[in-house]
């Protein structure tokens, strides 16, 4: 079960972190797929290291899957924000 929400985690975070840095017309499919694999490993990994290193949080498994549900939703919430910006500007 723990290997199965780890790897929706690590592929909706990298994922959700490509939408927020390139729109979805301006990749294409195998261009989204590297940088969503890119993205999920840097990005968390990045933020674990700082977190341990400089506010000493444990590295195990709920602070891993925080991590990954926090850059997720903020990935998410920028990308929503910005279409949402993006279309009342227009209009």
Known sequence: MQAIVGGVLFVA???????????KKELDAIERVVLSLFFSISIPATVLLVANLLLGIRL?????????????????????NRKKHHVSAQA
Not at 13 to 23: E, H, I, K, R
Not at 71 to 78: D, K, M
């Open 60 to 80: 195990d498994a709920i602070a891993v899957y925080a991590v990954y549900i926090i850059v997720t939703a903020a990935a998410l919430f920028y990308d929503y």
């Open 13 to 23: 975070s990298g994922y959700a972190v490509s939408l927020a840095a390139f729109p």
